[in-house]
C-alpha cells in the first residue's frame, strides 16, 4: 500500500468502488469517470505505478489480468468486441500511477486511437 495512492485506497476499502471482480492479486472496479458504457479498470493489488516499472517475476501477474479482462469483458456480455488500453506516462495521458488496464466495451471503437 502507497500512501496517497487513490487505487490502494480502493484497494485497501478507504474509497468506495463497484467492484465486479477481485481475487488475491487482482482488483476489477468500475470507471469512475466512464469513456463507454463498459468501463473497468483492473489493476494489480500490489503497486506497481507504471508499465515501465514491472519487473520480470510480475509477468504472471500481468497475464492473469489480461486473463481476467476476457473474464470480466464475458461478465459484461461484450460478445460484439472490447478495447483494452493502459495509459503509461503523463504524455499518454497516464492520470493514476497505480497500473492498470481499462476494459471499454459497448460502443464502436475507432483506430489509431485519440
Ligand atoms: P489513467 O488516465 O489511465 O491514469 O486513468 C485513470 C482512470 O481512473 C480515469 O479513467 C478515472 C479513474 N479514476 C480516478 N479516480 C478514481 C476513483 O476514485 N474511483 C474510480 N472508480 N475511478 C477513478
Not at 10 to 39: C, M, N, S, W
Request: hydrophobic share 40%.
Amino acid at each position: 500500500m502507497e500512501s496517497g495512492c487513490i487505487f490502494c485506497k480502493i484497494i485497501a476499502g478507504e474509497i468506495p468502488a463497484e467492484k465486479v471482480y477481485e481475487d488475491d492479486e487482482i482488483l476489477a472496479f468500475r470507471d469512475i469517470q466512464p469513456a463507454a458504457p463498459t468501463h473497468v479498470l483492473l489493476i494489480p493489488k500490489a503497486h506497481i505505478p507504471t508499465v515501465d516499472d514491472l519487473e520480470a517475476g510480475q509477468d504472471e501477474l500481468i497475464g492473469r489480468i489480461l486473463r481476467t479482462a476476457a473474464v470480466v469483458a464475458r461478465q459484461e456480455g461484450l460478445e460484439a468486441g472490447y478495447r483494452l488500453v493502459t495509459n503509461c506516462g503523463r504524455g499518454a495521458g497516464q492520470e493514476v500511477f497505480h497500473l492498470h488496464v481499462h476494459l471499454l466495451g459497448g460502443r464502436p471503437f475507432g483506430w489509431p486511437p485519440g
